[in-house]
């Protein structure tokens, strides 16, 4: 943890956005997090992704639950809005946000541990509804907030720093959440910003539920040899498949000369993602041939990135519930609490 | 790019810009560092060692390290790095006893022509090594222009006869009243080596019709001189100064205090073409001295030998694309009527008094070729430095090249190769005190520059003594100080350590770091993450990176020594280290030149 804060001075011919912020306008509160810790570089793409999609901060809530990874919000997007709750919890906050008003973009940012182990049953259920949010899991392998025990997302037989091998196998995040029918999920690397950036702003302008997987590894608990989850480790085993390439709403495409298969998709509000297939293989739209393929890949060790299955025509919780469009606290209080007479009429349905 | 070598004391020189533009290398952010903490003699040491003149500096040096100054691209205003010198000089304790003594004679006699900044610094780098100094001055004072033409209201003769006395009490044999007429017979007078440090003493006249029909069209440096020996003690109330330089700013503030109501500077070309500094401008304007752009001088007007004024052809430019001005048309005559005018149009350097026929090869200036390394000519053991070398420069300047001359001489007399010169050494040294703890003030201080305080406008005219720069106050210095980045607190790298975590360059609060494929320079400076524009501010490429093969490279513009980048890297791959440049001089002890004799 550093004694100074960030000083405000910065570039004087720093790039602006659409909005007229500087990337600086997207920053947080000074991270506490070890140096070195893949999720401040998490939370920079994410700044980066918010600062090229020209949304204003305070358009944005923050959500998270409890662990490294969950301190983040407090580093990103300091003008933005945002609820830090308990330990795996975050899924029901940000159903609970989302409901109230569906006019904030919402992200989530949580751990393996948070999400894979304590909090599984809400992460699985906020993708069963669909909560129209950006889930980030920055997934290290351990625990690394209560000092790096194995988080269920640990490889079996990876190492721990002082040497035992993990006993379990892991839950593979995006295969469960594919098989539970998320319409969105990506993979991705904290020490690649090039594919990190795109892939969440393709997610952010996806309506549903969007979960990115990202390698994030743990400098102080899980980056050593013999760990599946460090720098060095995902580096040699990355398998890239689709490179999502965002294309925003009235953006020119600039079509790059790169071998494979280009084709895109049109998201819910109007951008478009460029899927640039490295491996031809690959769909990403097929859910089935999307699950084989990460087993297969994920059985000889490599660890599979890029968009891996992506619905286009998802229908989020609003559309799903017809609830109003206006923010919960914008209502006229009359239709808020339409008063006892009404709720008279309801409970009569029961009767 | 090939990665750079950073083994090479150039380039952490060069990342202190201000050490990098300053003639003589003083080591700034050194300096500022030692006032920070009170050490004002030791300051006041680590300037007199480059620059010699630290006191009259502080008050009036030219300054090219403030333009350079790194703070300036960040936050408009640089650093007030002269003004901190002055601090230095002001609360400095006597610092007699730990100057070297005159070492015992070696033998070697070195005759100085001049008692200006060249010739003292000469004087100052070859007495401690046994030489024995003779400086002839014509004046009955040493100091050259420094006494003679900078106006005591800016630099107080206290002040620099304190700093003359420092070199000159030591054991130079300084000869005032005697003003070398030849060359030759200098040269017959046996001295191992000459050096000249004559200044360039002529100032320009401008030949226009009743240009001698009047005894009150004075020649700005000859003006200041007789103003400085007390010789001219008055002048008219309307006065035309001609030029608008430096001379011409000290012409008309003198002018000011010997009765002249009415003054103007009469500038050929707009604004932003002047060749006097922004402050000198500001002082004269704060005096209340009118400047009237675009005047051509035509004609002198005299009426029966009295001088009536001038007149001048106003003019008008375009200003073109590329922001030059365009050829001058001619509006109107017009006539300011004036009782004096005095002419500060520049200097030329003049040597009537070296022969034609010594072997020396005069250039088509009618000035000596001298080389700009070893300061020496055709002829053997002659030496020149300061204005005289390569016409008007600055004190600073005057002063580097006695530093030079001196290493010359030194070897010279040793019998060495003068042209193979001692080179320049870095010294790197880290400052990590603790985890996140740094030897230095690490935190950036947003204050914008202290400005100087004046004497006020109804005193400073009484007397043309009264210094009107009253220093900084401590209040002041302790803020001034907290605006230096510490640009030579080095941010070093090691490749070898870096595992590609991305967290040095997402906390730099400037952008300057980024990690990419090499490429030519031309596409690194596109690929970085903030404009990589200033083409004069250097890229530090690494070896490849261990993980990804892609470089680490560091665009040193903006940097603000924060320190940032080395707390948030997990490996120590970046360090936070102090440069030292290590500057040959003279009297070096393990100075490649000793001599042997005597
Ligand atoms: C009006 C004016 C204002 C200036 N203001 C500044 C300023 O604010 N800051 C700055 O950095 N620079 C300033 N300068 C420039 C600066 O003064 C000179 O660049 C500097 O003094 C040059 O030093 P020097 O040692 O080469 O020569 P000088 O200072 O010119 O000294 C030469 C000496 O040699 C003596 N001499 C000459 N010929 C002979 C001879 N034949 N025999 C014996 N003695 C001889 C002269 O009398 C003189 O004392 C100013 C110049 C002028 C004209
Ligand atoms: C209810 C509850 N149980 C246990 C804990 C202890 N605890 C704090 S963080 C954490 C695990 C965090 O792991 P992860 O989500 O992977 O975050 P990381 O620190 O690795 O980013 C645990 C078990 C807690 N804070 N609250
Ligand atoms: S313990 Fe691990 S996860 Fe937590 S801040 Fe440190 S490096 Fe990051
Ligand atoms: S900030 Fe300080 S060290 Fe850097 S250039 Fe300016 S004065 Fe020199
Ligand atoms: S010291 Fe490091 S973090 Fe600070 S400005 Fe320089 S490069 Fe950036
Ligand atoms: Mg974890």
Redesign the interface.
């Given at each position: 943890m550093s004694y100074i804060t960030k000083p405000a001075i910065t570039h004087p011919d720093l790039p602006r956005n659409a909005v007229g912020l500087t990337l600086r306008d997207y920053e947080g509160s000074m991270s506490t997090l070890c140096a070195g810790c893949g999720h401040d570089s998490v939370s920079a793409a994410i700044m980066q992704a918010y600062f090229e999609l020209a949304i204003e901060p305070h358009r944005v809530a923050k959500v998270s639950g409890i662990g490294c990874s969950s301190k983040t919000p407090t580093y990103f997007l300091g003008g933005a809005h945002g609820f830090n709750s308990v330990h795996g919890r975050m899924p029901s906050i940000a159903t609970g946000a989302n409901a109230a008003n569906r006019q904030l973009q919402y992200i989530g940012v949580s751990g393996d541990g948070d999400s894979l182990s304590i909090g599984l049953g809400q992460f699985a259920h906020a993708i069963r509804r669909n909560v129209n949010m950006l889930y980030m899991l920055e997934n290290n392998g351990v625990y690394g907030l209560t000092k790096g025990q194995f988080s269920a997302s640990a490889d079996k037989g990876s190492k721990a720093k002082k040497g035992d091998a993990n006993a379990y196998s892991p839950i593979d995040p995006a295969l469960l959440a594919i098989s539970l029918g998320c319409t969105f999920v990506g993979r991705s690397f904290s020490g690649d910003k090039e594919h990190l950036v795109p892939l969440i702003k393709s997610a952010i302008s996806h309506s549903g539920f969007a979960l990115l997987d990202i390698i994030s590894p743990c400098v102080t608990f899980n980056d050593h040899e013999g760990s599946t989850k460090s720098y060095a480790h995902t580096r040699e085993h990355m398998r890239e498949t689709v490179y999502a390439d965002f294309v925003g709403q009235h953006e020119e495409i600039v079509t790059r000369v790169e071998p494979g298969e280009y084709r895109q998709v049109t998201m819910h509000d109007g951008s478009r993602v460029g899927l640039r297939r490295v491996d031809d293989t690959y769909d990403p739209t097929d859910r089935i041939s999307a699950i084989s393929y990460i087993e297969k890949y994920r059985a000889g060790g490599a660890v599979v990135t890029g968009l891996l299955y992506v619905e286009e025509s998802s229908e989020d919780m609003h559309s799903t519930l017809g609830s109003a469009e206006q923010a919960m606290s914008d209502l006229p209080y009359e239709k808020l609490n339409p008063g006892a007479e009404a709720l008279k009429r309801i409970q009569a349905r029961w009767r | 790019m090939k990665p750079t070598n950073s083994s090479d004391p150039d380039h952490f020189h060069r990342v202190v810009d201000c050490q990098w533009g300053c003639p003589a290398h003083t080591d700034v952010p050194r300096y500022i560092r030692q006032i920070a903490q009170g050490d004002f003699t030791g300051a006041y040491l680590e300037n007199r060692k480059s620059n010699v003149f630290p006191g009259v500096l502080g008050r009036v040096c030219d300054r090219p390290c403030e333009p350079a100054c790194r703070r300036g691209?960040?936050?408009e205003t640089p650093v007030a790095i002269c003004r901190l010198k002055r601090v230095a000089a002001d609360l400095s304790d006597d610092i007699r006893d730990k100057l070297p003594p005159k070492g015992p004679s070696n033998g070697k006699r070195i005759a100085c022509v001049g008692a200006g900044c060249a010739s003292l610094t000469v004087a100052n780098d070859l007495l401690p090594l046994g030489y024995d100094i003779t400086i002839f001055e014509q004046h009955d004072k040493p100091g050259g222009l420094m006494r003679t033409n900078i106006p005591s209201f800016r630099l107080p003769a206290e002040v620099l006869d304190d700093e003359i006395n420092l070199i000159v009490e030591r054991g130079v044999d300084l000869r005032l009243n005697t003003a070398v007429t030849s060359m030759t017979e200098l040269l017959d007078e046996g001295f191992d080596a000459v050096f000249v440090g004559t200044g360039a003493p002529r100032g320009k006249d401008l030949e226009l019709p009743g240009r001698h029909d009047s005894d009150r069209i004075h020649i700005g440096i000859d003006w200041l001189e007789s103003v400085a020996f007390d010789h001219t003690e008055e002048i008219g109330e309307n006065v035309l100064i001609i030029g608008v330089g430096n001379t011409a700013m000290d012409c008309c503030r003198s002018a000011l205090r010997l009765g002249g109501k009415n003054v103007s500077v009469l500038a050929r070309k707009p604004r932003g073409w002047f060749k006097a500094s922004a402050w000198e401008l500001e002082d004269a304007e704060e005096e209340d001295v009118s400047i009237l752009i675009n005047h051509s001088p035509k004609a002198f007007i005299v009426e029966d030998g009295v001088l009536k004024g001038m007149t001048f052809d106003k003019l008008h430019y375009d200003i073109t694309d590329n922001n030059k001005l365009s050829k001058p048309q001619v509006l109107e005559e017009v006539f300011l009527p004036c009782d004096d005018v005095i002419l500060a149009i520049g200097q030329d350097n003049a040597f009537p008094w070296i022969e034609r026929d010594i072997g020396m090869r005069f250039n088509q200036y009618d000035a000596p070729d001298v080389d700009e390394v070893t300061h020496g000519v055709e002829v053997p053991g002659v030496f020149f430095g300061g204005d005289s070398a390569f016409g008007p420069k600055n004190i600073i300047w005057a002063v580097e090249h006695g530093h030079r001359a001196a290493i010359s001489i030194h070897k010279y007399c040793a019998g060495e190769d003068i042209t193979e010169r001692p080179a320049r050494g870095m010294n790197l040294l880290s400052t990590k005190m603790g985890i996140?703890?740094w030897s230095y003030s690490?935190?950036?201080d947003?204050s914008e520059r202290r400005q100087m305080r004046h004497v006020e406008l109804t005193e400073r005219f009484k007397n043309i003594r009264i210094e009107v720069e009253l220093g900084f106050d401590p209040e002041q210095t302790a803020r001034e100080v907290e605006r230096c980045l510490n640009c030579d607190v080095q941010t070093v790298f090691s490749a070898k350590d870096c595992?590609?975590?991305?967290?040095c360059m997402?906390?730099c609060?400037?952008?300057c770091l980024t990690i990419t494929d090499n490429c030519d320079e031309a596409d690194l400076r596109t690929r970085l993450r903030?404009?990589a524009?200033n083409a004069e501010q250097i890229l530090f490429v690494s070896d490849a990176l261990p993980?990804?093969g892609k470089v680490m490279v560091k665009d040193e513009n903006?940097c603000?020594h924060?320190g940032?980048c080395a707390?948030?890297?997990?490996?120590g791959a970046w360090d936070m280290r102090k440069s030292q440049l290590i500057i040959p001089y003279a009297t070096d002890k393990e100075g490649r030149c000793q001599l042997t004799t005597g």
């Open positions: - | 691209r960040l936050d996140h703890e690490n935190d950036f947003d595992i590609e975590c991305d967290a997402d906390v609060p400037v952008y903030a404009p524009s993980q990804t903006l603000i924060c940032l707390e948030r890297c997990p490996t």
